[in-house]
């Protein structure tokens, strides 16, 4: 397994196994297949409703804790200083640890930002109080992070966004890049890309990343995986099926030439999956996230 320095010098596995979506009656079951195909990273979160289930199939494995990098991120019903320290606490709880390898913000929350700022500050406190490991950001576009590391003492490790062939994101990567931000790819298999036009479909099916993939004896799955890895991405793609999730590690036996790189990055189209950062409200989004 490959792994990424981040900015405070914690080693973090390249490629993790996301839980999104996952119902907690199969949580369980996807993060024991997980570790055992080798895989050491497991991203889930508050507002997933199945830390609990991560932590069950962690503590229930043969992998030794402290070889399994763990990542979950604060929803923002959880925003404001006391509220996020509040948050940690059900988290870790529920994960069943004392200390948590990564906590990120879910969103920014535009239209409070300043409730944004303050659950920041109290993820830098959970840091230097050793609770955390490292913090970060998620869904955050450059204003975000502008406006962030101009009140922050500690710039975020990660920032984790939407990111796949169709979909790059590149000012925000590249504004990442100049910051020591690591980007962290949710959708990196653009498993969100069933464009609604019909101009697009799954970039599974996309003739360019099949061709790649031909040439590779690979699967598309694996090349955008590749591709996202050679990046210098963290990327952690999802799935509840044990096959595929021992499909999506087996990533590190080959490399993409220059020229295949560019023909996929040239896939772009600049048309995002997720919902738009600025639509992120309390109102439209607030969910309460029960105690541990």
Same mark, same amino acid.
């Given at each position: 397994?490959?792994?990424?320095?981040?900015?405070?010098?914690?080693?973090?596995?390249?490629?993790?196994?996301?839980?999104?979506?996952?119902?907690?009656?199969?949580?369980?079951?996807?993060?024991?297949?997980a570790l055992g195909a080798g895989y050491r990273h497991i991203d889930t979160a508050a507002a997933y409703g199945n830390e609990r289930q991560v932590g069950e199939a962690v503590h229930g494995s043969d992998v030794d804790r402290s070889e399994v990098f763990l990542e979950t991120k604060v929803w923002i019903s959880d925003y404001g200083y006391d509220e996020t320290l509040h948050a940690f606490e059900k988290s870790a709880r529920k994960l069943g640890v004392d200390q948590i390898d990564l906590l990120i913000l879910h969103q920014a929350l535009p239209s409070a930002f300043g409730r944004t700022l303050e659950a920041y500050r109290a993820l830098e406190t959970l840091l230097d109080g050793g609770k955390v490991r490292a913090i970060g950001v998620s869904n955050f576009m450059v204003e975000h992070l502008t406006t962030l590391l101009e009140r922050a003492t500690v710039v975020p490790a990660v920032n984790q966004?939407?990111?796949?062939?169709?979909?790059?994101q590149q000012q925000v990567q590249d504004f990442g890049v100049e910051h020591g931000i690591v980007t962290q790819a949710w959708s990196p298999i653009g498993g969100i890309t069933f464009y609604r036009d019909g101009s697009r479909g799954s970039t599974l099916e996309d003739p360019v990343i099949g061709d790649v993939a031909r040439a590779h004896?690979?699967?598309?799955?694996?090349?955008?995986?590749r591709w996202g890895l050679q990046h210098g991405r963290s990327v952690i793609p999802k799935?509840?099926?044990?096959?595929?999730?021992?499909?999506?590690?087996?990533?590190?036996?080959?490399?993409?030439?220059?020229? $295949?790189?560019? #023909? %996929?990055?040239?896939?772009?189209? &600049? +048309?995002?999956?997720?919902? $738009?950062?600025? #639509? %992120?409200?309390?109102?439209?989004? &607030? +969910?309460?996230?029960p105690e541990a």
């Open positions: 397994m490959e792994t990424i320095r981040l900015n405070n010098g914690v080693e973090i596995p390249a490629l993790g196994l996301g839980v999104f979506q996952t119902p907690p009656d199969e949580t369980r079951d996807a993060v024991l297949s966004i939407e990111v796949h062939p169709y979909f790059t004896g690979k699967t598309p799955a694996q090349v955008m995986l799935s509840t099926k044990a096959s595929r999730i021992a499909e999506n590690i087996n990533v590190f036996d080959f490399e993409l030439s220059a020229d $295949e790189m560019a #023909a %996929i990055d040239g896939l772009d189209t &600049g +048309r995002r999956g997720g919902p $738009e950062p600025d #639509a %992120i409200t309390l109102e439209a989004f &607030g +969910r309460e996230i």
